[in-house]
């Protein structure tokens, strides 16, 4: 709060590259540019997240310790968006919305965002000469990675069957895609400045399942009574396992995550091919994280994730004609 203070004009606007904030104590309207949103610092009441369930279930040591929540928003990466790079080190901030009206997905993909969603964006700094950040595009399989372990890391949910479907989706067994990931970044100087945006389906059973309808037919089957999840839940534990996963990772690198990635993928036994007919097979992931494949013709190739689709129904991976 002392940063944005200082940081802001005379009419205690703060601007930045996608959003402008005004600095209140409480959620009274106000003149002032109609594009600026009430930054309220004085705790308020959000219908639609519970910062009490939240703060019980964070653990981390610096992720996630500052939140900006809104209960409507174009996308809480917009909110992020230029902010990261003018924040103290290790803030930790994420930002929560309980509805997007322009949640973004990779390439030019739409996120339909509606209420029951988990919808957040973390920012990440990372050095360029730590392990990391030497595989950068690591992180978008560590942020992936984090909500499936956020989910099946509690005791009782081990068998729920989430899945990483590479490079950046949750999907529950190789059947209906649940969450995805999108990771954006901005290097300067030596620091990585990234944002994590996530969104994953918890209470929303529209417009396809939700994590708490999977629960609700585990229980079903298998006569139990796991409790059904909250937003506020999810958001925290993601947190959690986000940041273990990628302290792990600055330490010992991939070796550090890959055996859990592997246990929570899709991707065993997935050929790859294009119109001629199958010619490789997925091995794994590579040194860089991309995508690696075994062809008789060409041995080991590593394929980047902007050139693929993964065909879920034919369980292959489609290479795009250039």
């Known amino acids: ?40 610092t004085e705790s308020q009441e959000m219908t639609q997240f519970v910062m009490e369930t939240y703060c019980t279930n964070l653990k981390t040591n610096h992720l996630g310790n500052t939140l900006l929540y809104t209960e ?4 809480t990466m917009n909110l992020l968006e230029g902010m ?27 996120w339909l965002s509606p209420l029951g969603c988990a919808m957040f964006t973390v920012g990440v700094q990372v050095e360029l000469n730590s392990k990391l950040g030497q595989r950068i595009p690591f992180l978008q399989h560590l ?22 479907k590479w490079p950046n989706d949750i999907y529950y067994s190789n059947l209906i895609k649940l969450g995805g990931v999108l990771v954006t970044s901005t290097f300067v100087g030596s620091t990585f400045h990234l944002l994590i945006g996530c969104g994953f389906n918890v209470t929303n059973s529209n417009p ?34 986000l940041e273990m996963l990628i302290t792990s990772f600055q330490q010992r690198g991939p ?4 055996p859990t990635y592997y246990k929570r993928w899709l991707h065993r036994g997935v050929r790859l091919w294009s119109e ?8 794994g992931l590579d040194d860089n994280g991309f995508l690696q494949v ?23 991976v489609v290479m795009k004609q250039r």
């Open 276 to 283: 001629e007919g199958p010619e490789a097979q997925v091995v």
């Open 1 to 40: 709060m002392k940063f944005l203070h200082k940081r802001a004009d005379e009419d205690a606007i703060v601007r930045f590259s996608k959003t402008s904030f005004r600095i209140a104590s409480s959620p009274e309207p106000h003149e002032g540019p109609s594009d600026c949103l009430s930054l309220v």
């Open 294 to 316: 075994c062809s008789k013709e060409e041995g080991m190739v590593s394929v980047e994730p902007d050139g693929n689709s993964f065909d879920m129904l034919k369980n292959l």
């Open 208 to 241: 396809t399942v939700c994590i708490n309808d999977l629960i609700q037919q585990y229980n079903t089957q298998n006569d139990c009574s796991l409790e059904p999840l909250s937003c506020s839940q999810v958001i925290a534990l993601t947190m959690n396992c």
């Open 84 to 110: 990261m790079l003018h924040l103290p080190k290790n803030t930790g901030l994420v930002a929560v919305a309980a509805r997007q009206t322009q949640g973004r997905g990779r390439g030019r993909n739409a």
């Open 143 to 164: 942020a992936a990675l984090a909500i499936v372990e956020a989910v099946r890391t509690l005791p009782g949910y081990q068998e729920i069957d989430l899945r990483v």
């Open 72 to 75: 409507v928003t174009t996308s």
């Open 255 to 258: 070796d550090a995550v890959l």
